[in-house]
């Protein structure tokens, strides 16, 4: 095999009462293609702080360039070549592309004056982003880039420092399907001049795609590795979580209902020359499939109230309502669990009793008073219903991991009556048993006679949770699915705008 | 939650009794009963002031609009002769309408809160010197008023009324911002807006409110503080004022960034302040050094409180770290709250750790 040029032996890392790495070994090879993979918690994050610079491993050796180190900091894993392009992208919106890059390594110019040399700095970045083939310039503002841009930018600053290993953390989270083909591309060329990639993704088609070997992790240690020749889905997952992948999809109790919600010529403002048909029944879950940038969260904005809506009706039950604000859409029953549950979901610092009654709050107040008994009783029962892991209802939601505060979302809306429910990417960033509960109480919610519609960008899930799936493509509907149709190749041929095979469609 | 407040009361107690060692006249019934009595004064607006920064907002137009409102009170009483209750009225309306000017240019134009009531401050200020022409206005010897002004500023059994009003007021606000709905969205809305909203709370609304209410309570003020000094001076009436408010609700445990703050957080931090003052007096420190004495309590005060909240909460993380410990056992339990027809077992995870 190729040169070592990093190596990680039995490094341990223990926070006070747990132990995120236990007796973790790795080995990058010069111009290989890594993929770390691992459930929620694995170790897959604190590993690469380890690597990083950023934290120091409790125990075990790092060797690096020859040498050994019991620890490093981040300025000496700059300087071995070691470069991070981060999950949640760092970068200064207000600055443009070259001050990004050499953000804290500034050319300067004017001797003492120490001005800063811009026109040096546009120069170097110039050949970097040509090989990366992008077309923007080193003195366009970040703010003005795409998340796919701006990865662009960050793996154009590791270019910059002449990395040797670039550590990528779940680059095509936010990506569309051609960026993500795109960044594969860039990895193909990085890998071409002998730069080794570390790819941390739970996308494990990607992986398959693009990885050399793959490293999976569990509970803080390694559990597994897997040579080119043996990567498989099934492989891979069944080492990451020590079973076998089963079914997703629970059917309904009873065929959906008519009577759901309907959406007819909506036009949004997101895309204001488009309309949007949608019809979604009682007692189903329609998933809602497309790109990101698509129109989903739009059209869930627009049904709730937050954006206005420029033309079109929404019906329940054959009758029009109303939805001028959130408030009227709660009033009418239409509820959203939105994206981003940290800002919009829930008010972090508030206690979980306060944000579940957050919005039902006027109605069991007396003369707008808090009713504090019932208060607590609904919070308690969401709690309970939920199954919530929190000593008590009187805990600050920011205590909780990803997945209870998505339930603390939804007891906001259960404590009152759901007739339609937008889920806007349910499950992201939550860990697979939370997952799999808050798949059974969309289910359950279904069986109980609401109309849910699941906006998700993730193909598992649309595919094994969704009765039905809408897909959007460019601010409009361009295809509804039944279940015998469902395949993800038939979701994104919708997705990118093209009509169903015949063949397929047709298929009973 | 109470500790801040109680933490205030210690403070405001040691201080008391030093200064009362040092100076007995410090702790004599005059002395006592004349704060109450600018406590009162300085407590009611800095009431609305708590409020607006609840929001994560700021007031800065208060003492101007004293100055204007004050002018406008004092010539409708003299030189219209207006009947007292009408003037009052007109006089709390001012203020109502001043505050829901600013509330509207806020929530619906998406103007900075400091930027209107920056130019609150000028143009109220300016108003009320263009208005009077500069001149000092107060009451002639006649009693246009007197009724109003023994309420204003008389006593109850020597308990100051304007001690009592602020009492009062408190203790409505008090059940406003700590017992009702609307209290609740307020601190929601200060603390996440975005949340609030796609929780079906009108934010605009409840925050244009807390600028109604702080215009309304600067109306009160404004009558108080004319039957306190019986005359305006439109260039120095009020000046600096909404600094105080700002200092007194910074002090009670608000939060520049919103949603923190309590009604008796800020009565305390409107004792304090006035406490701190006094002190200088009867000290004998020289009057000059009033607000450096004032602003180093304001810096020393919410610097210990930030390191005493730093410190809880790294205590609290050590706490639920050791909760959470054995990872493997949090697994199964949540494993085994699923419900069990769910076969699912999704292959891709979110990642936070």
């Keep these: 095999m190729a040169e070592t040029l990093l190596e990680l032996t039995s490094i341990s890392k223990t926070y006070p009462g ?89 050319k300067l110019t004017g001797g003492p004056l120490k001005l800063v040399d811009n026109a040096q700095m546009r120069a170097r970045v110039t050949p970097l982003l040509e090989r990366l083939g992008a077309d923007f310039t080193p003195n366009t503002p970040v703010d003005n880039l795409s998340i796919a841009e701006r990865q662009m930018v960050e793996i154009a600053k590791a270019l910059s420092i002449d990395a040797r290993v670039i550590i990528m953390d779940e680059p095509t989270s936010s990506l569309t399907i051609s960026e993500t083909e795109r960044l594969l591309e ?66 309904p109790k009873r065929s959906p209902q008519p009577g759901g919600c309907d959406i007819v010529g909506l036009v949004t403002i997101a895309y204001p020359d488009r309309q949007i048909d949608l019809s979604v029944r009682r007692g189903e879950i329609l998933g809602l499939a497309g790109l990101v940038g698509a129109g989903r969260t739009s059209l869930a904005r627009a049904v709730f109230g937050i954006d206005p809506l420029l033309g079109g009706e929404i019906r329940i039950g054959d009758a029009p309502v109303g939805v001028a604000s959130p408030r009227d859409a709660i009033r009418q029953g239409i509820y959203l669990v939105p994206e981003d549950r940290k800002k919009s979901g829930l008010v ?26 019932v208060e607590r009783k609904i919070a308690k029962e969401q709690v309970r219903s939920l199954s ?78 969704s009765d039905r799936v809408a897909v959007m493509h460019e601010g409009a509907v361009s295809g509804v699915l039944e279940r015998e149709q469902f395949s993800e190749y038939n979701v994104l041929r919708l997705a990118i705008g093209q009509a169903l095979e015949t063949v397929e469609a047709a298929a009973p | 939650m109470m500790k801040k407040e109680l933490g205030l009361c210690l403070l405001l107690a040691v201080i008391s009794a030093i200064t009362g060692a040092i100076n007995p006249a410090f702790l004599s019934l005059v002395n006592l009963l004349n704060m109450a009595n600018l406590i009162g004064l300085f407590g009611v607006f800095a ?62 134009l998406k103007m900075q809160p400091f930027i209107v009531t920056l130019c609150g401050l000028l143009i109220y200020r300016g108003a009320a010197r263009y208005y009077t ?47 009702s709905v609307y209290g609740r969205w307020l601190y929601a809305v200060g603390k996440n807006e975005e949340a609030a909203r796609f929780s079906g709370i009108s934010t605009n609304i409840v925050i244009a409110t807390a600028y109604i209410i702080s215009g309304g309570l600067a109306g009160i003020s404004t009558v108080l503080f004319v039957f306190y000094t019986n005359s305006v001076s439109p260039s120095s009436f009020g000046n600096f004022y909404e ?52 602003g180093t309590v304001i810096l020393v005060g919410v610097l210990a ?49």
């Design chain 1, 18 to 106: 747990v132990r995120a790495l236990d007796d973790v070994s790795l080995r990058v090879y010069r111009g290989e293609v890594l993929g770390l993979i691992g459930e929620n918690g694995a170790g897959k994050s604190t590993l690469m702080r380890v690597l990083g610079g950023v934290i120091a491993p409790s125990e075990g050796v790092i060797r690096i360039g020859g040498n050994d180190l019991a620890r490093m900091t981040v300025s000496e894993a700059t300087r071995a070549g070691i470069a991070f392009v981060h999950q949640e992208l760092n970068l200064f919106e207000n600055l443009d592309v070259a001050a990004n890059v050499f953000i804290g390594r500034e």
């Design chain 1, 388 to 465: 919530i892991k929190a000593p008590s209802i009187d805990m600050e939601a920011v205590t909780l991991s990803g997945g209870n505060q998505q339930k603390v979302v939804l007891g906001k809306w259960l404590s009152m009556q759901p007739r339609v429910m937008f889920f806007d990417e349910p499950t992201r960033g939550i860990d697979v048993g939370a997952k799999s509960e808050i798949y059974a109480l969309m289910r359950d919610l279904a069986d109980q006679g609401v109309a849910i519609v699941m906006i998700s960008s993730d193909m598992e899930e649309v595919i094994g949770v």
């Design chain 2, 47 to 108: 009431l609305g002031e708590g409020l607006v920064i609840i929001t994560g907002g700021i007031d800065l137009s208060l003492g101007s609009m004293f100055a204007l409102l004050g002018v406008v009170f004092i010539d409708l009483l003299t030189t219209y002769q207006i009947y007292w209750p009408f003037a009052l009225l007109l006089v709390l309306l001012g203020g109502l309408a001043l505050g829901g000017i600013q509330g509207f240019l806020i929530t619906r």
């Design chain 1, 348 to 373: 972090l610092e508030l206690p979980i009793r306060e944000n579940v009654t957050l919005a039902s709050l006027l109605n069991y107040a007396r003369m707008w008073l808090v009713n504090g008994a």
């Design chain 1, 186 to 251: 860039v990895i193909a060329d990085l890998k071409a001049h002998d730069i080794s990639v570390i790819y941390i993704s739970h996308r494990l088609g990607e992986i398959m795609t693009c990885a050399d070997r793959v490293v999976v992790l569990r509970d803080g240690r390694t559990v597994g590795e897997l040579a080119r020749h043996e990567l498989s889905h099934a492989a891979m997952i069944r080492l990451m979580i020590g079973r076998d992948l089963k079914a997703l999809y629970t059917p």
């Design chain 2, 305 to 353: 409180d930030q390191q005493l909240q730093a410190r809880r909460r790294r205590k609290a993380a050590l706490a639920s770290l050791a909760r959470t410990a054995p990872r493997s056992t949090l697994v199964q339990a949540k494993q085994s709250a699923s419900p069990p027809r769910v076969a699912a077992l999704p292959t891709r995870t979110g990642d936070q750790a």
């Design chain 2, 133 to 179: 022409s500069d001149s000092t206005r107060g009451f002639g010897y006649g009693d246009e008023a007197s009724t109003l002004s023994t309420i204003a500023s008389g006593n109850i059994g020597g308990i100051p009324n304007t001690f009592i009003f602020l009492i009062i007021l408190a203790l409505i606000l008090g059940v406003l911002l700590h017992r």
């Design chain 2, 243 to 294: 600094l105080y408010a700002i200092a007194a609700a910074v002090l009670g445990g608000c939060s520049l960034r919103g949603g923190e703050g309590s009604i008796l957080g800020i009565v305390l931090g409107t004792a304090l302040l006035q406490v701190l003052q006094n002190l200088v007096n009867i000290l004998g420190i020289p009057n000059s050094l009033n607000f450096a004495v004032m």
